[in-house]
Every structure is written in structure tokens, then in C-alpha cells.
């Protein structure tokens, strides 16, 4: 079945710094999401994003299909920015999760 | 305000003891699902429905039912529950599977 992986597996950044998450998937898609699953284990939708480019906030987010990858951006990070974030495509009728990777921003 | 909804959304039960968690939402959607997620093992499919009537099973089914009566509402029975199935469940729900997802706020469940 299709394999998504998520890198790095964990990061750690200081209040105010950036950072791009990556999500490298093994099989073509049409449909990649980006979650943020906040300390409370809520997940909270962050971009529908299966080709093209996309920016909310300080959050953007690209998916180069024909290279199988997606790439978020989280700018300028804060506090509540903590927590994990999953990239999940579909394959048949699931979305397959990648393990995530685990972001703690510190003020 | 578009949204799907889970209750309750923390449980602690006994072996044996029949539950279910319900699961609403107000988008129209078609497409219903519920995840459950493990450490270790992240989020997989339990079972799905791509209309009214119509379920079928994700990748770990054993151990849950489901039903869809009316397109709104997709509750997931656990008639027997045991400690494995200990664990944080969700619901989501999109007009297809290949459009936009959306996820309740999550039901943690222990069983002891």
C-alpha cells in the first residue's frame, strides 16, 4: 500500500523561528491533507492541498505531486503552534496518516 | 457553524459492557469514517460509509459495528469492548473521499 513518511520526526524551535515539515508519499494522490493535532488531541484541519500552493496566515503549505512530496511552512512560530503535525493522503477510501512529527515551540 | 460532532468525548467503561459513540454532522456530506489512533501505530480506518445504507469495513473492523440510517448520523457500537480496544477514536466525514476531509473532536476511550 501506499507509504507516507514525515520528517523530522521531531522539532524543537524557539518562539519566533521558521520551520518546513515534509511529507514524501510513494504512490500518486488526489487528496493530501495537513493536520495540527493540538495538545488537547483535537485535529484541526490545516490545508487540502493535493497540487499547487497555499497560504493561510503564517502557515503556507506546496505539494509537487509529479515529485510526490508536500512541504508546510510555519512561519514566525508561536507558543500554540505546539503539538503534532500529520500528513495524510488517500488511498482507496482511508487516508493513510503519516507518524507525524512533533513540534514544541518554547517563549 | 459547520462542524462534526462526537459524544462522549471521554468514556472509561468495563469489559463487556455493550457502548456506542455517536457521531453527527450538519454538512449534508456523504462520505462518513471513523480512525481510531494508537501510539506506535497512528491513525487507521475502522469502518466507512459512502452513503446512507451503505458500510464497509476500514483496515481493523474486528470488535465494532456501525450503522447509517439517515446521512447525518454514523454511530460506531462496540458490543463487547476489551482493554484493546482502549484508545482515542474520531469520527470525519467530506462529500467524497478524495475531497476535504473534516474530523470530530475525538472520543478517548479506556476500557479496563
Known amino acids: 500500500g501506499i507509504q507516507v513518511e514525515q520528517s523530522p520526526p521531531d522539532l524543537i524551535l524557539q518562539e519566533g523561528a521558521n520551520s518546513t515539515l515534509r511529507c514524501n508519499f510513494s504512490d500518486s494522490v488526489n487528496n493530501l491533507q495537513w493536520f495540527h493535532q493540538n495538545p488537547w488531541g483535537q485535529l484541526i484541519n490545516l490545508f487540502y492541498i493535493p497540487s499547487g500552493t497555499k497560504q493561510n496566515g503564517r502557515l503556507s503549505a506546496t505539494t509537487v505531486a509529479t515529485e510526490r512530496y508536500s512541504l508546510l511552512y510555519i512561519s514566525s512560530s508561536q507558543t500554540t503552534d505546539s503539538g503534532v503535525y500529520f500528513c495524510a493522503v488517500l488511498a482507496g477510501t482511508a487516508l493513510i496518516f503519516g507518524k507525524g512529527t512533533t513540534l514544541s515551540v518554547s517563549s | 457553524e459547520a462542524q462534526v460532532t462526537q459524544n462522549p468525548r471521554y468514556l472509561i467503561t468495563v469489559t463487556g459492557k455493550k457502548l456506542t459513540v455517536t457521531c453527527s454532522q450538519n454538512m449534508n456530506h456523504e462520505y462518513m469514517s471513523w480512525y481510531r489512533q494508537d501510539p506506535g501505530l497512528g491513525l487507521r480506518q475502522i469502518y466507512y460509509?459512502?452513503?446512507?445504507?451503505?458500510?464497509d469495513k476500514g483496515d481493523v473492523p474486528e470488535g465494532y459495528k456501525v450503522s447509517r440510517k439517515e446521512k447525518r448520523n454514523f454511530p460506531l457500537i462496540l458490543e463487547s469492548p476489551s482493554p484493546n480496544q482502549t484508545s482515542l477514536y474520531f469520527c470525519a466525514s467530506s462529500p467524497q473521499p478524495s475531497y476535504e476531509q473534516y474530523f470530530g473532536p475525538g472520543t478517548r476511550l479506556t476500557v479496563t
Open positions: 460509509s459512502m452513503n446512507v445504507e451503505v458500510t
